[in-house]
């Protein structure tokens, strides 16, 4: 008994039944491949905004507004009562006239502010804390207001939570699609092998008789979906690339316009290798589902 | 290497295809199964195949009960027997030669030693030249033949054979029983069924008669 023969066996006869039906086969393996392209597709450009994402500085700053009738001594004040935060990185203090002439450089607002009988703006610390814990964050946050002329405690990183909310939501809803779509993929498959099934009806009674053990009749159905899931999952990538492809014409137009370079990047390899994983394996699945089920029925009326 | 004993055969609806059937056939022998159509011929080989399983006494072949055999054992007893049909079941998607080897594939062969084997069978049934033709595009006694090919060459201990001259005229029908005649003088058991009792009395073997389920004596 060859284990290995066997299988070349049972995988000749798969590849032979595939060249005799070229057309139908092709065609199981695209409806496959743009199945499983809708959460690929999803899965790449939530992965680009995650780069993107994590190109911004996520470090959450702290800024601290001191009330208006504020001056030096209770700026000193703070800024050593800071020193005693075993919570903060570190912070540096912005006078409120140097704030001024920040924001004139930097909006070309000259005009207006000559119109200005004094300074608006308030004495600041911008703070850089260690800890970047939500929850740690609020209670230094809480803690600052108590210092004294403390006017207002901004933390900004509402936005940088907010974007990653939103890629949490997009990975979840990818997963959901994917989920979804690749239990539909395995009716397909299961359905695909059923029809097999049935057309090789003869040959299976045949081989029952002349002492085909299950195994033997199972493996190239088997084989089947997993060359079906392997071929869906070979076909959905580059469907996704392709797609990349004509985005990225678009995209790389865009960013020029904003002077930018940006351009969406394909999947990596173990992304691709997780994905040929997965199709296999959901080929394989609907084939066995099919076996299990058909098989039995199937028995020799010699 | 089969024997009988007591085996009764009902069919869900009440047929009764067996009634108390007792004989033993030893290593080597050849015997001839005959009766009218419906005397339970077909369903007599059933049974030693272990298509079908007793409603009761035992059928014992090769040693092994056929009624208390495990789902997963069959296929491994099967592997001691060549089977031919009237309907010759052959599978008209592959060749000639893709035909003989099936056996030989199911029983995990080399693909070296199965050609040689199969080349040897197909010789023997003088097919040797017709390889790559497709079953469909040959003669009636040139499928039977190609059949008793797929049954030999998996060099069984026993052949059963239902109605192996069915559909052939005398002179095919005369070639096969050579054959089978052959086979047997090199050790192998026959066990065949047919209703022509003209080629019966050509040859000395033992013949069960079997008349509506019943063993005539």
């Known amino acids: 008994m060859n284990w290995l023969s066997q299988h070349r066996v049972a995988l000749g006869l798969i590849l032979g039944r595939f060249a005799h039906a070229p057309f139908s086969s092709l065609l199981a393996i695209i409806v496959f491949g743009v199945t499983l392209s809708l959460p690929l597709g999803l899965y790449t450009l939530i992965e680009n905004v995650k780069l993107v994402a994590g190109n911004v500085r996520l470090e959450p700053q702290i800024t601290v507004f001191l009330s208006p009738g504020a001056n030096a001594d209770n700026a000193r004040q703070v800024e050593s009562r800071l020193k005693e935060f075993n919570t903060i990185k570190q912070f540096r203090f912005i006078q409120r006239d140097q704030a001024l002439q920040e924001l004139l450089q930097s909006t070309g607002l000259v005009d207006v502010t000559a119109g200005l009988e004094r300074n608006p703006l308030p004495d600041a610390f911008v703070i850089e804390p260690k800890s970047i814990n939500p929850g740690g964050l609020e209670n230094l946050r809480k803690d600052l207001m108590k210092l004294p002329k403390v006017d207002k405690v901004l933390l900004d990183t509402a936005w940088a939570e907010r974007l990653n909310a939103m890629v949490r939501l997009g990975r979840d809803i990818t997963l959901i699609l994917a989920v979804l779509l690749g239990f539909a993929l395995m009716v397909i498959t299961s359905n695909t092998i059923r029809l097999q099934i049935l057309s090789q009806r003869e040959e299976i009674e045949i081989s029952t008789l002349i002492g085909a053990t299950d195994a033997f009749i199972r493996r190239p159905f088997l084989y089947h979906g997993v060359l079906q899931g392997l071929g869906g999952g070979l076909a959905a990538w580059l469907i996704v690339s392709l797609g990349l492809q004509l985005l990225n014409f678009g995209i790389v137009d865009l960013a020029k316009l904003y002077a930018a370079q940006f351009r969406l990047l394909p999947l990596g390899t173990n992304d691709i290798l997780s994905l040929l994983l997965f199709s296999s394996l959901l080929g394989w699945l609907g084939a066995f589902l099919a076996v299990g089920r058909h098989l039995r029925r199937i028995e020799p009326r010699a | ?217």
Not at chain 2, 106 to 128: F, H, P, T, W, Y
Not at chain 2, 192 to 210: F, G, K, M, N, W
């Open chain 2, 1 to 217: 290497m089969i024997s009988f004993s007591q085996v009764y055969k009902r069919y869900p609806g009440g047929h009764e295809a067996l009634k108390n059937l007792s004989f033993t056939i030893e290593a080597g022998e050849m015997a001839f199964i005959t009766g009218p159509t419906g005397a339970g011929k077909s369903t007599l080989l059933k049974l030693v195949a272990a298509i079908e399983k007793p409603s009761s006494g035992s059928v014992v072949v090769s040693g092994q009960n056929i009624g208390k055999l495990r789902r997963s054992a069959v296929p491994f007893l099967r592997r001691n027997f060549g089977l031919i049909f009237q309907d010759h079941k052959l599978l008209y998607d592959r060749n000639v030669l893709e035909n003989v080897i099936l056996p030989l594939d199911i029983a995990g062969l080399q693909r070296a030693e199965s050609m040689k084997r199969a080349r040897a069978a197909l010789d023997k049934v003088n097919l040797l030249g017709l390889e790559k033709a497709n079953p469909i595009s040959l003669s009636g006694g040139e499928q039977q033949r190609l059949c008793v090919a797929r049954a030999i060459v998996n060099r069984p201990a026993i052949v059963l054979a239902d109605e192996p001259t069915g559909n052939l005229d005398a002179d095919y029908a005369g070639e096969i029983m050579e054959m089978f005649k052959s086979f047997n003088q090199v050790g192998v058991t026959l066990l065949i069924a047919t209703h022509d009792e003209s080629l019966i009395a050509r040859y000395s073997s033992r013949v069960l008669h079997l008349k509506q389920g019943e063993l005539l004596i």
